[in-house]
């Protein structure tokens, strides 16, 4: 009787992801470097945090009409925090250097930070995102998504943010809190949205989805009030997002 084949020999199990790095000291790349120095002065800053829930329903909605027409999520949700910074300048002003006085920006340049597959992260800016049409925004961040991932970004395209927004909503996170880049007056951490049983405006119980975001604000120029205005102001945009397309 021929005997039974022998088994295939298992496959090694696959190393743990850096554990070829393990016991060795890798030096920061030059943008680590430059994240590092950024993040550290941010330190001398005095910041303040904010958080706000905000119902997305027609947002998602708009948000799969639009998207079989090019339109991508961050550009949408760069176009509304444009639009709502548009109505608070304060909101995408900066400090002096001295720290004696605020220089209130021109544009409202809403920056998006990116992180990079070699580490680090870069900032590609959506300029004036209050005023550019949502569809142009789109093919904008398209652009400057490819070019930073190659490392092909003029420094003018992710230098000169008047406010950030820091989305980890795709990656399952809830809400979290984020640095604020040194020279500007905010940055909005967004979480995902999620759906949650709530209570409408009579009373009745229902299904809704909600995101929270949280802001992080420079206290020498922006004050509670100011943060909460703004939050406030967002709220309505996404919830409210004809305007969007206008």
């Known amino acids: ?14 190393a743990p992801a850096g554990a070829s790095l393990a016991g060795t000291t890798v030096p920061f790349t030059g943008m680590q470097a430059a994240v590092s120095k ?3 002065a941010s330190l001398a800053v005095p910041e303040f945090r904010v958080a706000y829930t905000i119902k997305t329903d027609a947002f998602d909605a708009m948000y799969r009409k639009l998207k079989p027409k090019g339109v991508t999520m961050t550009a949408l949700l760069c176009k509304a925090v444009g639009v709502a910074l548009g109505r608070h300048p304060i909101m995408y002003a900066a400090c002096t250097d001295a720290g004696d006085g605020i220089v209130y920006n021109e544009n409202v340049n809403v920056a998006v930070a990116v992180a990079m597959p070699d580490g680090g992260l870069i900032t590609p800016v959506l300029k004036d995102a209050d005023s550019t049409d949502i569809y142009q925004l789109s093919r904008n961040w398209g652009d400057l998504v490819k070019r930073a991932r190659s490392k092909q970004l003029a420094p003018d395209e992710y230098s ?6 820091s989305n980890l909503g795709m990656f399952g ?3 979290f809190d984020a640095v604020l880049p040194p020279g500007t ?5 967004v979480g995902g949205t999620k759906k949650v049983v709530a209570a409408d405006a009579d009373g009745r119980i229902g299904v ?15 004050y509670g009030a100011d943060g909460a205005e703004f939050l406030k102001t967002l709220a309505d945009v996404i919830q409210n997002p004809d305007q969007l397309t206008m």
Request: proline share 11%; no cysteine; glycine share 4%.
């Open 185 to 189: 007056a905010g940055i909005l951490a």
């Open 1 to 14: 009787e021929a005997e039974a084949p022998a088994p295939a020999p298992l496959a090694p199990a696959p």
């Open 173 to 175: 996170v809830d809400k």
């Open 208 to 222: 809704e989805s909600q995101m929270t975001v949280n802001l992080t604000a420079d206290h020498r120029i922006v």
């Open 38 to 40: 950024n993040m550290l």
């Open 160 to 165: 000169t943010g008047t406010f950030t927004v």
